[in-house]
């Protein structure tokens, strides 16, 4: 993030609502393309350190607009947002953050994530907000090309070996709980979804489910039980191993305050 | 010498035909105006003339790259000229020109195939494959390595008929 590329000049959210809104979407997209871009250099072949560095790439231009139209509204640029907050100001939710694990942890989160970003973007392009509408209208696309991606490889790697369809089932137990937030109402999305700017979360999570059973049966993979329901994403409460990865993140730009490339 | 005084119109269009030339920084056989994100150039309200970039792909470093050719290229014919990036409507490989596509497959790179309308439709192994052409010896027997290739708009592919491996633009 260097020199942002500015929107239509005056883009700014209509009120602070809009604004924390926008900020909670860059922040799932900024921390999942951090989380991603971990993999560059140690995927399993050199195609696949492309394609999650390009997905990694595609959230991070999502994080910067998103970040950049919320920030507007107070003054923050999008560098101020991603590298001057602490921990418990980021609102992104717990499942872009989670740590990669093996390969089949990061394809289930990523089908897990895909999916739901690409149901959340194609009801917002018709959002009342219009940059918001135009933010997604333009993600939306990218993002059917991740869910193509995670579920390509979740297809090979549960209906693969014995021992890939048992760590994949294993992967899926791991992440499953951490889904449950994404489809969690609150007093802000409440108040989007009376101002027609985005929808409420829970109406997503039947077209979602339907896309990931699909995938994970064809995969032969069984859907956890609903059991436990970690969340707080939204209220800045993170795992444990969110610090670190802010730490990667933010040591740079705190170190030399300013710098650029 | 003075310069005789140009028309609005005439100080547009000559904006219009130095912006147009900026090539694509990634795939230098393109201008702007080939790969159909040269939206528009017009005064804006405050009666500066500004020109209407549209970026490829929301994370494509390139734009920023374009945005500052296209500054520096317009800005000697009228240093008042701005750059303003739109989002919407959304790119779409669709609006990649004729010429830009005889272009790509000279580089060696296939041209898109037309956008998917609607929503996509996932349908797993069972989806026919798409006839992409090797732009290097015309075969149409051709497979996918990768959906994500070397720039964001790029998927890699191989020819089973010349065996080389190449680049397809890839349809958004």
Not at chain 1, 14 to 31: C, E, K, M, S, T
Not at chain 2, 35 to 48: E, M, P, S, Y
Not at chain 2, 124 to 150: K, Y
Not at chain 2, 161 to 168: I, K, S, V
Request: glycine share 6%.
């Amino acid at each position: 993030m260097t020199s942002p590329v500015s929107e239509q000049p005056g883009a700014a959210p209509a009120n602070a609502d809009v604004a924390a809104y926008a900020i909670r979407l860059g922040d799932d997209a900024l921390i999942l393309s951090h989380r991603l871009s971990e993999w560059t250099a140690h995927a399993p072949q050199i195609e696949e350190d492309l394609a999650l560095a390009n997905i990694a790439l595609d959230l991070l231009g999502q994080a910067r607009t998103l970040l950049a139209y919320g920030g507007a509204f107070s003054g923050r640029s999008e560098d101020d947002l991603a590298y001057l907050r602490e921990e418990r100001q980021f609102t992104n939710l717990q499942l872009t953050e989670i740590e990669n694990g093996d390969f089949a942890v990061t394809m289930i989160r990523q089908l897990l994530f895909s999916c739901y970003q690409h149901e959340l973007y194609r009801d917002l392009e018709s959002s009342t907000d219009a940059q918001l509408a135009a933010i997604a209208a333009k993600a939306v696309k990218e993002v059917s090309y991740h869910v193509e991606h995670a579920s390509t490889w979740v297809l090979r790697l549960g209906d693969g070996t014995e021992l890939s369809h048992d760590r994949t089932q294993a992967a899926l137990d791991a992440v499953w709980p951490y889904s449950h937030e994404l489809f969690v109402d609150d007093e802000l999305v409440r108040r989007m979804a009376d101002s027609g700017v985005g929808p409420l979360p829970s109406v997503l999570r039947p077209a979602w489910l339907g896309a990931v059973q699909d995938v994970l049966t064809e995969a032969t993979l069984v859907l956890p039980d609903d059991d436990w329901q970690p969340s707080g994403g939204r209220n800045g409460l993170h795992t444990e191993g969110f610090g670190y990865l802010l730490a990667e993140m933010q040591h740079l730009h705190r170190s030399h305050p300013g710098a650029q490339w | 010498m003075t310069r005789p005084a140009e028309t609005d119109l005439e100080r547009l269009a000559a904006l219009r035909l130095a912006a147009a030339a900026v090539p694509d920084p990634e795939i230098p056989v393109l201008t702007i105006e080939d790969l159909g994100i040269l939206r528009d150039v017009r005064f804006a309200a405050d009666g500066q003339p500004e020109v209407v970039l549209t970026p490829t792909y929301s994370g494509c470093p390139a734009t920023e790259a374009i945005r500052s050719d296209v500054l520096a290229r317009t800005g000697k014919l009228d240093p008042q000229a701005r750059v303003v990036v739109e989002l919407a409507p959304a790119w779409t490989t669709d609006w990649i020109t004729d010429d830009g596509r005889t272009k790509l497959r000279e580089y060696g790179i296939a041209p898109p195939r037309p956008t998917r309308t609607g929503p996509v439709p996932l349908q797993l192994g069972r989806r026919p494959e798409p006839v992409v052409q090797c732009p290097r010896c015309g075969s149409s027997d051709t497979e996918l390595v990768s959906q994500f290739g070397s720039t964001p708009c790029k998927s890699l592919r191989r020819c089973r008929g010349c065996a080389e491996p190449f680049d397809e633009f890839k349809p958004l």
